[in-house]
């Protein structure tokens, strides 16, 4: 495990980063409104497009890579053909900064939300909008679609995980799994558990069959825990204070830690293959990881 490229550009924290699913790409953005796109092995700049007028907040490719969504604190969010990058809908609804965005499964339904509470469901094909609420908490941070797409679930200030049927998005369960705030909920690749991290710093697994608890981690205390699942479900990669925790999805066993020069890390992603870990962070930077070679049994 080593750490393989640093892509760099002056004045600009990332805030979100995506791998296309073909394995070809990586983009990333952040503080200065736009996109970046990479090559994934070479590294190499492949385009820098202009996206927003605020820092990108959020970012999304669907499943056949022909889209890129991404969000911004100028409260919108913007689908775009890809590879070509050509803006293909401007979608307005949210009258604070976006937070988060998801695109489901089927690749049909974006789903976004924000500091206003608010949680719009858009569709992709056409840009209209199809339904919304209003979050239960205070001000929803994040979100993700069900492994079948038949609802999503919202964390934020409040600590509890509230779900939400779709296309409809009636609230129709809430689990108060955290304290005072909830953050990054993630499906494991098989739809059997749903992680979540909280201001309480710990790490929770729940089983989405009964809701009950699995395992509990404690983790070291940060002012963000970005999560990623590799691609084959066999790692759970977690982000914090100046690391990145990988843990076994068998056990939810700590087996690596990875060091980090920034304070804050903003968004993790894997490429399609499993063997790259994409960190954007405060630093200004992207780190590529190569952790191709860890064996997820032995404690690294």
Excluded at 56 to 64: D, H, K, W
Excluded at 108 to 121: E, F, K, V
């Amino acid at each position: 495990m080593r750490e393989s490229g640093i892509l760099s550009l002056p004045k600009n924290p990332f805030y979100a980063c995506a791998a296309s699913p073909e394995n070809e790409y990586i983009a990333a953005g952040g503080k200065d409104a736009k996109v970046y796109l990479f090559s994934v092995g070479q590294w190499l700049p492949r385009g820098v497009f202009a996206a927003h007028t605020r820092r990108i907040t959020g970012m999304a490719f669907n499943e056949a890579g022909t889209r890129l969504v991404t969000g911004s604190a100028d409260k919108t969010a913007v689908i775009w053909t890809f590879p070509e990058m050509a803006p293909l809908f401007v979608l307005e609804g949210h009258r604070k900064p976006l937070s988060d965005l998801a695109v489901s499964p089927d690749g049909y339904l974006l789903a976004t939300t924000g500091h206003d509470s608010r949680l719009i469901l858009w569709s992709m094909e056409t840009g209209w909008e199809l339904a919304r609420a209003r979050g239960e908490q205070r001000s929803v941070v994040s979100l993700a679609f069900s492994p079948a797409g038949d609802y999503v679930v919202t964390t934020g200030y409040g600590g509890e995980l509230v779900l939400l049927s779709v296309p409809t998005l009636e609230p129709f369960r809430v689990l108060p799994h955290h304290r005072v705030a909830a953050y990054s909920p993630t499906f494991s690749r098989d739809g059997e558990f749903l992680v979540t991290v909280g201001f309480d710093s710990r790490l929770i697994v729940s089983a989405v069959e009964d809701w009950t608890v699995l395992y509990e981690r404690s983790l070291p205390r940060s002012a963000t825990h970005p999560l990623s699942y590799s691609p084959d479900g066999s790692l759970l990669a977690v982000g914090g204070h100046r690391s990145v925790l990988l843990f076994d999805t068998d056990d939810m066993n700590r087996v690596a830690e990875i060091p980090f020069p920034a304070r804050t890390l903003y968004a993790l992603a894997f490429s399609a293959d499993g063997r790259y870990l994409m960190i954007g962070s405060g630093d200004r930077r992207v780190h590529i990881w190569d952790i191709g070679e860890l064996n997820v049994y032995s404690n690294i």
